[in-house]
């Protein structure tokens, strides 16, 4: 029986006149999603500013504001609501931010925001829209806390691949290796991951596969789970730091993009991805490994031991934050400083980028391959001032997500 | 008859005035009935595409948003095509409500630099009985000036 088509509310300043709406309407009928448009009294336009706190100018902002209000007392019902406003647009930035912790704090229906240009297409929407139906349909998939069976992930990133193999509730094989041919990737690590558990690809009750290569191996290896990488990831992270109840904040960043999730009961409840610039992500570490020529793996050792004050770095644009490392090392910086500021500019562009778009609430969990880059939690820890927790294995939460959602399905084959 | 530029752009309280005085009110609508019955144009609800905000460029930046620039493709014509202009301020949303407050800025800001001062008209919206029929007033009379 084909399923419902999950309802989200488009709560914006105007997509259609931005261009894009067709972009957005794919990328919603490729999740079996539609997108539903409050229905508002006119008038409120007139009054809704004073009484949400936003006197703004622009009447389609005010509109938005209407339209968070009729899903949030339950006068319009969405699955989930998607709140986007143009870039480079400051009253509409306001405006987007509050809208969405306004449904944030007096729903229980998960909220994401987005800034558009023109050029936003469907792809890049396509894995946000993806995770806002999961976690708005299924739920009792996210739901699952212990591991059971034998089971796989794979997490096939932009950078390296990641494999893991689970059996009652423990890790006992894992696999990793640099991102190159997707399948061929897949299939090395994967391999890896069962000759370390001792285990064949027979045994394997379930395969769970994300990441940005999840379609292609899923559909290869017949994976029973084929989930983008906001909600695996998420489940992953509260369960490699033992944080699966109460609130938390998952930041991971990756070799090309970075994501801040804020998490309740480790299911996410708003996110954020970025992806622009690879001045935040893993991207920028390797050229200043490379440039310091030190091994990706001793940067975060060198960071630790040094002064991020002490060097002016701006990774905004990898392109600038070359040229202040090549500035810096020109006037006599010391390699252990620039490596330290490196850490910072990466985690002030998230700071800045990211986790304007979230509530960050503790505990806050870092993941993805930088952050074992020890450089990155200290500076991280520094900026928010908070403790932040790198869990054991932080590298493949991808993965070990997988394995553990996919054990949901032994149960199904089973019925 | 002229071709008279309504702010907001998609008032029919004004529109109707306009007409009735004899003149041809210049309205957004005009604009996206167009937009919507071009045929090859597959872009629902409103056949923009991506190809409006660069048309948008004739009027604004690049750093201006795109749904700015979007907007001017409908409204920018509307202001090159006015000879004269009724604007009114401070207009409750069903009197008529443009969506982007940047974008009246500027379709009001091309208007008034396009047009002689004393051809446009600058009027609040009425906020009493005895405001609304001198309201009515003020923009007819100044309608019935462009009379041949």
Redesign the interface.
Known sequence: MKEDKVKIALVSCGTEYGGVQAEFEEAAEKVNAEFIYPEIDIKRLDTIGKDFGIDAASGDLRLMMARAEAVVKGQTLADGVFVTTCFRCAEAAIVRNEVRRYIHRNSKIPVISYSFTEQTNAATLFTRFEALTTIAKRRHLLAREIQTGITAGIDSGSTTTKAVIMKDNEIIGLGWGPTNQVLESAESVYQEALDMAGLKKEDIQALGTTGYGRYLIGERMNADLVQEEITVNSKGAVYLAGKQRGPATVIDIGGMDNKAISIEDGIPGMFTMGGICAGASGRFFETVAKRLNVDITELGDLAVKGDQSKVDMNSYCIVFGTQSLVNSLSQGALPKDVAAAACRSVVEQIYQQQLQEVDVREPVILVGGSSLIKGVPKELGELLNVEVIVPDKSQYIGAVGAALLASGFIDEQND | MVKVFIYPTNSFILSDLVMRAGHEPLVVMNQVREKVTTLGV?????N???????TGLKYAAI?????????MALNGPLTEQAEIAIIVEGA???FG??????TNELTKFLVRDRLDRSKILEIKYPESDEQIHEFVYKILDFLNTFND
């Open positions: 597959d872009s629902p609800p409103m923009i595409t991506p190809e409006d905000p660069k750093e201006v948003p795109a749904g700015v620039r979007g907007r409750p949303a069903d409500c443009s969506g982007c407050n940047r």
